[in-house]
């Protein structure tokens, strides 16, 4: 963790530099990382908040790597990561690729894809090749990108030291259950996260946050029985092990934890809140 420190280049694979912005945060830990990927020419991955600073230490970065900044390349479109596209295109003459934007009312409204990928889509990055893997469950318009050598850029999917928010109408647990499935066994040998250090046992964080969560809806399940009960009450039970000035953030996941139960048809909610199906 010592070399997070904002605005500075650090390397940290074949074509890869971090830049970490400039918004430390309850949501966001030690800020948002941007990454600059590319061979001849340079790709932002997430080129974080709308900060003058943070724009600026990119610009020195490409130029201090003599590549020009021609792409611009989105997770997803929460706040604290694509906001800064608009400046960089200004700066730079650059395009935007990644991801539609989810009408929730969470969203950063400012982007705009000159081009929409899909699951599967290839993205040149000046020589260097990222694969699209939608990876909805954070937020449903949610990409990783795979490079060749194993590096994957997970945005919010999976940070280091932290489990991620799932927030309901747009994040689902359902499909963040089947996103992580996704990536086992795809070769990934490093991620570089939206937050944190880059993650270098991505096997093992993988099957540990899957691990994590199936535990965490076992509690939620186990938390309801005949009574029907709200989701403050639940929340207590069910996040007793995270500090309770947390629980308002907790109740988002919760939530979403228990649409998937009554997807799975294991719980359902009535008027005063949720109990045991069946």
């Not at 250090?197 to 199936?214: C, E, F, K, M, S």
């Not at 649409?259 to 949720?274: F, H, R, V």
Request: aromatic content about 4%; some cysteine; proline content about 6%.
């Amino acid at each position: 963790m010592a070399s997070l420190i904002p605005g500075q280049l650090t390397p940290i694979a074949e074509h890869a530099w971090r830049v970490l912005a400039r918004n430390p945060g309850m949501m966001t830990g030690p800020g948002t990382n941007s990454y600059l990927f590319g061979d001849q020419a340079l790709t932002v991955v997430d080129p974080g908040p709308a900060d003058p600073e943070h724009l600026d230490a990119l610009l020195k970065g490409a130029r201090s790597l003599g590549k020009p900044i021609n792409q611009v390349l989105v997770t997803h479109t929460h706040r604290d990561h694509s906001p800064g596209a608009l400046a960089l295109v200004a700066a730079t003459g650059a395009h935007c690729v990644g991801p539609f934007v989810p009408d929730d009312g969470l969203q950063d409204e400012t982007w705009q894809a000159d081009r929409q990928l899909n699951d599967g889509d290839a993205v040149d990055c000046g020589g260097a090749s990222l694969t699209a893997i939608a990876t909805p469950g954070h937020v449903s318009n949610h990409f990783c990108y795979q490079a060749a050598s194993g590096l994957l850029f997970t945005g919010d999917h999976l940070i280091q030291g932290s489990t991620v928010v799932i927030a309901p109408p747009s994040g689902s647990m359902q499909a963040y259950f089947a996103s992580l499935r996704k990536l086992q066994d795809r070769g990934i040998t490093l991620m570089a996260p939206g937050h944190g250090d880059v993650i270098d046992n991505p096997d093992t964080v993988i099957a540990g946050t899957l691990a994590h969560r199936q535990k965490r809806e076992d509690k939620v399940l186990s938390a309801l029985d005949g009574t029907s009960r709200p989701l403050t009450s639940l929340v207590k039970v069910v996040y007793d092990d995270v500090p309770e000035f947390l629980h308002g953030v907790a109740q988002l996941s919760l939530q979403a934890h228990l649409i998937k139960l009554a997807e799975d048809g294991k719980a359902n909610e009535s008027g005063q809140g949720w109990q045991r199906s069946g």
